[in-house]
């Protein structure tokens, strides 16, 4: 059973410039949680907050009705995992050595490594299709493959709720569908929690089973994909104005933006 | 696929491990053996199982068994400062001689020198100081919402200035012999090791030595940027702070022994992880490569040079580290991370 991850009045801030002002948010178990928004939104603010890289300046974040705050910092990160937008790679590491990494909460004091580490980094680099990369070194990789290598990293933590900032920028579209591809498969098969701030809406609207548009640090919209992106909300939450059509691949809602020209050029 | 991996980085880890222990072996042998009384490697065995002449026990036991032993220790004990002084803040100049902490104890030993007339052990206690408080005033200063590394890295290569202005003040005001007394010590030298000095950084060793090994776990998440290190666990500003205090007793202890032997902290662990080349912390083969470098360098400055000259290991490592220095600084701007 998932812990219940929730922001419960929560403001946050980076050297007392207040950017999120006390907000609520229940992230809902087992589902897929995207949050969008327009630039300095606050999403990725909201994200660290979440994963109590961002210690609240009022309210709490709590995990199974506990303040995060207040837990050790390891069990913590047995159910909560996040890949930040830009994570630091040592010179030099191998993709075996960073996967391993991801297994840091679940060794204690005396105990090292184990063939159970063993078992579940190889499940993660046979889930990311980064297997045969084992022996390589991350800055011989292309952008595509880092992040994957990444993302085997973060499974590795093998964490219930998994936060993901911005897991498809730098990539070409090819890679992204493959990297939210990974994340449901990820999620329908283990029950894995995932909350991840996507920025190309229609990807959003596709892989969401639940959407939260942001606008300058507050929710404005949070529900199903169908019911929050409609015109008048991307209107408010990203001054476009847009029309709202179905996907054809999937009937999601598809924003079109409209443009000053509405298309003519 | 990934245990293969595993396994064959595990092997090369080891491979490397043998080799380096292998050659800290034969170098110790030959600081042993040779010497104005050379002995055989028989004899040399002989004495040191405690069945040698009265000659052999004086020079190889009382004499050369003390230097090597004090190499070997303040080797490691540099080396696993500047590993974990790079590590931590994520740059290769973040060594304690770039960033003025052994020049903080050089500065103290030798005003406790010239002007407060110290002895051995009084100087050793005043360099440990003195490195302490360097140390802490450049935490200080660069703490401002937490310790980010390049700006400790500059603080400390500023005050690494201020303190070699004080060291030119102290010197030219001194008695000409008391300032060639304090100019060696300056150098740093294992010559004239005694076991009291062997004790101490013995001791110190085998304290922190298992510490180190319990946080190279949170060592390792903490490589990867403060977010990620949170997210895995580790609470960053604190493990930085603990593994930085380790980092500095390890350097003003071994300073405090045999002066500020130059660049050993510097080189050590880049050696180390460019001969393994996993991209691993390296911390073992780190340790060896330190220990290799300064007993290479005392036996240079022992016997490889020309004529009868017998110069202090510091200048061997200084004529090590100064290139690599270049080289460090000439490479880095190429690929972008200047530092």
């Keep these: 059973m998932t812990q219940l991850l929730r922001a419960e009045g929560v403001s946050l801030g980076y050297d007392h410039t207040p950017i999120i002002d006390s907000l609520d948010l229940e992230v809902i178990p087992g589902a897929i949680t995207v949050i969008v928004g327009a630039n300095a939104s606050g999403k990725s603010t909201l994200l660290k907050g979440l994963a109590r890289l961002l210690k609240p300046d009022a309210g709490q974040v709590s995990l199974g009705g506990r303040n995060i705050a207040a837990l050790p910092g390891k069990k913590v990160a047995t159910v909560v995992g996040l890949l930040p937008q830009q994570p630091i790679a040592p010179d030099g590491i191998t993709v075996t050595d960073l996967v391993g990494r991801g297994r840091y909460p679940h060794q204690g004091w005396f105990r090292q490594w184990s063939s159970t580490d063993d078992e579940i980094v190889a499940a993660a680099m046979a889930a990311t299709n980064t297997g045969e990369l084992a022996g390589r070194r991350l800055e011989d990789l292309s952008g595509g493959q880092r992040q994957r290598v990444w993302i085997a990293m973060a499974l590795a933590q093998d964490p219930e709720i998994l936060l993901l900032d911005e897991p498809t920028t730098f990539l070409d579209v090819t890679h992204q569908i493959e990297v939210l591809d990974l994340l449901l498969e990820r999620n329908r098969e283990r029950g894995t929690t995932v909350v991840m701030v996507l920025h190309d809406l229609n990807l ?16 404005v919209a949070n529900g199903l994909p169908a019911e929050t992106l409609t015109a008048d909300i991307v209107r ?18 598809m924003v079109v933006p409209i443009g000053r020209f509405h298309g003519q050029v | 696929m990934t245990t293969h991996a595993r396994v064959q980085r595990t092997r090369r880890n080891r491979s490397v491990v043998l080799v380096l222990v292998g050659a800290v072996v034969i170098v110790a042998a030959f600081s042993l053996a040779v010497g104005a009384y050379s002995l055989s490697v028989p004899d040399l065995l002989r004495t040191l199982a405690g069945q040698g002449t009265q000659s052999e026990n004086f020079i190889v036991l009382s004499l050369r068994l003390p230097r090597l032993t004090l190499a070997l220790l303040v080797g490691v004990a540099f080396a696993l400062s500047g590993a974990l002084f790079q590590t ?5 100049l973040a060594s304690p001689d770039i960033i003025g902490v052994t020049g903080g104890a050089s500065a103290a030993a030798v005003f406790g020198m010239l002007i407060l007339g110290f002895g051995s052990i009084a100087t050793s206690l005043a360099a440990f100081v ?45 008695d000409l012999n008391d300032a060639q007394g304090a100019l060696l010590w300056l150098v740093g030298s294992v010559s004239g090791a005694g076991w009291q000095d062997i004790a101490l950084v013995a001791v110190v060793l085998l304290v922190l030595l298992p510490v180190i090994r319990v946080l190279s776990g949170r060592l390792g998440a903490l490589q990867l940027g403060d ?12 493990t930085r ?15 405090a022994a045999v002066g500020p032997l130059a660049f ?15 991209g691993g912390l390296a911390l073992i083969p780190a340790a060896l490569v330190g220990a290799l470098i300064t007993t290479v360098a005392d036996f240079t400055a022992q016997h490889l040079l020309p004529g009868q000259l017998e110069l202090p290991a510091g200048i061997i490592t200084g004529a090590i580290g100064a290139p690599y220095l270049l080289w460090l600084i000439a490479t880095s701007n190429k690929t972008g991370k200047g530092a």
Excluded: K, W
């Excluded at chain 2, 977010?227 to 604190?238: I, P, W």
């Design chain 2, 264 to 278: 050993v902290a510097f080189v050590a662990a880049p050696i180390a992880r460019r001969v393994l080349g996993t």
């Design chain 1, 204 to 219: 959003a609207a596709r892989y969401a089973d639940h959407l939260v548009v942001m606008r300058a640090g507050s929710i």
């Design chain 2, 88 to 92: 931590v803040l994520r740059n290769p």
């Design chain 2, 130 to 174: 003195g490195a302490i408080i360097v140390a802490c005033v450049i935490y200080l200063l660069a703490r401002r919402g937490g310790v980010v590394g390049y700006r400790f890295v500059l603080i400390g290569v500023g005050v690494a200035f201020m303190v070699q202005g004080l060291l030119g003040y102290l010197l030219s005001r001194a």
């Design chain 1, 236 to 253: 408010h939450a990203f001054d476009l104005e847009a029309r709202i059509v179905p996907d054809p691949v999937c009937g999601a809602p």
């Design chain 2, 241 to 255: 702070l603990v593994l930085l205090v380790i980092a500095v007793a390890l350097a003003a202890t071994a300073t």
């Design chain 2, 227 to 238: 977010d990620l290190a949170t997210s895995l666990g580790v609470g960053a500003e604190r």
